[in-house]
């Protein structure tokens, strides 16, 4: 009778772990949703309109250039507004999409541009790490690293 109950205890014990481990449906289906919110955050940019990017970036954005300034959500959609901030194109090539839980992902891409920042033309090649957040229903941008390559 022990053996048996010790059996039942570890087999218990194996099942419970391995469930841990493994990503939910829910994670493993939810990183199409935030290619896609981070492909209208791409177009967003382009073509900026106050109610496109607010409804795409959260409340508590950390948005961090490659130069090393860091935009909060209303700094970034004024800058991208008024000009200060102005991409012709955006490229996104090499994205990676992880769904750390069904309400966290990580987003990894090259990020290659055409940009008219206050009336200056240039060329941009960063790396960038983005951390998407689900909120109320919607995956919002929450963070954002740049480094130029």
């Given at each position: 009778m022990f053996l048996k109950k010790l059996f039942l205890v570890a087999a218990s014990a194996a099942l419970f772990s391995a469930c841990s481990v493994m990503p939910s449906g829910n994670a493993a289906s939810a990183a199409p949703e935030v290619a896609a919110a981070a492909e209208r955050l791409r177009i967003a940019m382009i073509?900026?309109?106050?109610?496109?990017l607010g409804a795409l970036v959260?409340?508590?954005?950390?948005y961090g250039h490659s130069g090393g300034k860091v935009d909060t959500?209303?700094?970034f959609i004024a800058d991208l507004l008024d000009?200060?901030?102005d991409?012709?194109?955006i490229a996104i090539?090499?994205?990676t999409v992880k769904v750390v839980d069904g309400n966290?992902?990580?987003v990894r891409h090259t990020l290659t541009a055409d940009t008219n920042d206050s009336g200056k033309p240039?060329?941009?090649a960063l790396k960038i790490l983005g951390v998407w957040q689900k909120q109320g229903g919607s995956w919002k941008l929450l963070a954002r690293q740049a480094v130029r390559i």
């Open positions: 073509d900026p309109t106050a109610p496109a959260a409340d508590d954005l950390s959500k209303t700094s000009g200060k901030s991409f012709v194109t090539t090499d994205q966290t992902a990580i240039g060329k941009v």
